[in-house]
């Protein structure tokens, strides 16, 4: 397919290109470009955008999609064991949907690509995975990327959870202890493992590290091969998940952060990652009592990456433009909104080789709307994830 008159924002060193083309082949970017460097005829089949706005497909990198599925309650509700406050070992791709309808209005929606995973129940709950929204129904041929992350949850989460069951954690306290607990069990497992190696060598097993399944899911997390995702909404639990993982020497990014703008330079300082959201949503906990719109705009004007979320399905997940359009409304740079939702949700998640911006050999995950991104009345003309076009109606 070729797309051609389009506006594109390729989120690129390209920038914006006013009057451009993009060559889709086999699924991927084959070419990009201005019109007047366009050496191919268009034809049957190739779309003229006619002037509207080309985007990279919208990235999420925090929901649950297909964890809480669309509308029959407890029995699609696969997103927190509360049966354990450490559960590493959890997997998303044996829990996630991909038929779930919400995944559709995703697609249709341009957000073409999302990270996914368990609640935030427990203090350790599971992985995370980047996954596309349209394609087989068989969701291993939907990911970009399993696992993408370990979840942590600190604040009021863990300790209503547990509180209701008269478990443990109760306090803010032990939801940390129990995190510590669980990364020193793992570090001194690889130790293990490896000083048996070492010493033993590995014909003689006898001696070897009984297997340990939650031990065995963070070794990615503490060889620094994939990130921490710290669920936190006040600025002292933001600081408790920059103390762990810190002296854990983790990779890492702070989730919702709802109170990162009101310690933003600190968090610049730092030189960590937020992902913001859900944007449009009431104060429905105490944690939530300092949220603002402004938020965004805050951390990004101190000079913080930021990603913008929906929480899926605390919003829902076509409304992510709109989210980044309510950030726009609250003072953040209108460019800066754009890559909050594309190229940065990329990067944070670590598949920005695949998809976020608008260059040859990506993904050909792309949006031609009738207006701008952010704007409620805008509609998608043509969504495409890998190449094929997805069916709007």
């Given at each position: 397919m070729l797309i051609y008159n389009a506006k594109i924002y390729t989120m690129s060193k390209l920038g914006v290109i006013e009057n451009g083309f993009v060559e889709v082949k086999d699924g991927k970017i084959a070419a990009v470009g201005e019109m007047s460097d366009l050496r191919l005829t268009p034809s049957e089949g190739?779309?003229?955008?006619?002037?509207?706005?080309?985007?990279?497909?919208?990235?999420?990198?925090?929901?649950?999609?297909?964890?809480?599925?669309?509308?029959?309650?407890?029995?699609?509700?696969?997103?927190?064991?509360?049966?354990?406050?450490?559960?590493?070992?959890?997997?998303?791709?044996?829990g996630a949907n991909p038929n779930?309808?919400?995944?559709?209005?995703?697609?249709?929606?341009?957000?073409?690509?999302?990270?996914?995973?368990?609640?935030?129940?427990?203090?350790?709950?599971?992985?995370?995975?980047?996954?596309?929204?349209?394609?087989?129904?068989?969701?291993?041929?939907?990911?970009?990327?399993?696992?993408?992350?370990?979840?942590?949850?600190l604040g009021e989460n863990p300790k209503r959870c547990?509180?209701?069951?008269?478990?443990?954690?109760?306090?803010?306290?032990?939801?940390?202890?129990?995190?510590?607990?669980?990364?020193?069990?793992?570090?001194?497992?690889?130790?293990?493992?490896?000083?048996?190696?070492?010493?033993?060598?590995?014909d003689d097993e006898s001696s070897m590290p009984d297997y340990d399944a939650k031990c065995e899911a963070l070794i990615p997390l503490l060889k620094n091969k994939i990130k921490a995702h710290f669920h936190c909404h006040?600025?002292?639990?933001?600081?408790?998940?920059?103390?762990?993982?810190?002296?854990?020497?983790?990779?890492?990014?702070?989730?919702?952060?709802?109170?990162?703008?009101?310690?933003?330079?600190?968090?610049k300082e730092i030189g960590c990652s937020c992902i913001v959201g859900p944007v449009i949503c009431d104060r429905s906990k105490p944690e939530l009592s300092r949220q603002s719109v402004e938020n965004a705009a805050r951390l990004y004007k101190a000079g913080v990456k930021v990603a913008i979320c929906t929480d899926h399905p605390e919003n829902p997940i076509q409304y992510l433009p709109?989210?980044?359009?309510?950030c726009i409304k609250g003072g953040l740079d209108k460019n800066a909104a754009l890559?909050?939702?594309?190229?940065?949700?990329?990067?944070?998640?670590?598949?920005?080789?695949?998809?976020g911006s608008i260059e040859t050999g990506k993904d050909a995950d792309l949006s031609v709307t009738d207006g701008e991104?952010?704007?409620?009345?805008?509609?998608?003309?043509?969504?495409?994830?890998d190449g094929k076009a997805v069916t709007l109606v």
């Amino acid at each position: 397919m070729l797309i051609y008159n389009a506006k594109i924002y390729t989120m690129s060193k390209l920038g914006v290109i006013e009057n451009g083309f993009v060559e889709v082949k086999d699924g991927k970017i084959a070419a990009v470009g201005e019109m007047s460097d366009l050496r191919l005829t268009p034809s049957e089949g190739d779309f003229n955008a006619d002037g509207a706005n080309l985007y990279p497909g919208f990235i999420d990198c925090h929901t649950h999609l297909g964890m809480w599925e669309n509308g029959i309650g407890f029995e699609g509700a696969d997103g927190n064991e509360i049966t354990d406050p450490s559960t590493p070992h959890l997997r998303t791709i044996d829990g996630a949907n991909p038929n779930d309808y919400c995944f559709t209005e995703a697609a249709r929606a341009g957000v073409t690509s999302v990270l996914t995973g368990v609640g935030s129940a427990n203090p350790v709950g599971g992985d995370f995975i980047a996954l596309k929204t349209y394609g087989s129904p068989r969701i291993d041929k939907r990911v970009l990327l399993s696992p993408a992350a370990i979840k942590f949850a600190l604040g009021e989460n863990p300790k209503r959870c547990y509180n209701d069951r008269d478990e443990t954690p109760t306090t803010r306290l032990a939801t940390a202890a129990i995190i510590r607990e669980q990364l020193y069990k793992a570090k001194r497992y690889i130790d293990d493992i490896a000083n048996y190696k070492a010493s033993a060598g590995t014909d003689d097993e006898s001696s070897m590290p009984d297997y340990d399944a939650k031990c065995e899911a963070l070794i990615p997390l503490l060889k620094n091969k994939i990130k921490a995702h710290f669920h936190c909404h006040r600025a002292d639990d933001i600081f408790t998940a920059v103390r762990i993982a810190e002296e854990f020497s983790l990779d890492y990014v702070i989730v919702h952060a709802t109170e990162g703008g009101l310690v933003a330079e600190e968090l610049k300082e730092i030189g960590c990652s937020c992902i913001v959201g859900p944007v449009i949503c009431d104060r429905s906990k105490p944690e939530l009592s300092r949220q603002s719109v402004e938020n965004a705009a805050r951390l990004y004007k101190a000079g913080v990456k930021v990603a913008i979320c929906t929480d899926h399905p605390e919003n829902p997940i076509q409304y992510l433009p709109l989210g980044a359009g309510v950030c726009i409304k609250g003072g953040l740079d209108k460019n800066a909104a754009l890559a909050a939702i594309t190229i940065n949700p990329a990067e944070i998640a670590g598949i920005d080789d695949r998809v976020g911006s608008i260059e040859t050999g990506k993904d050909a995950d792309l949006s031609v709307t009738d207006g701008e991104f952010y704007d409620v009345l805008s509609r998608p003309k043509l969504v495409l994830v890998d190449g094929k076009a997805v069916t709007l109606v």
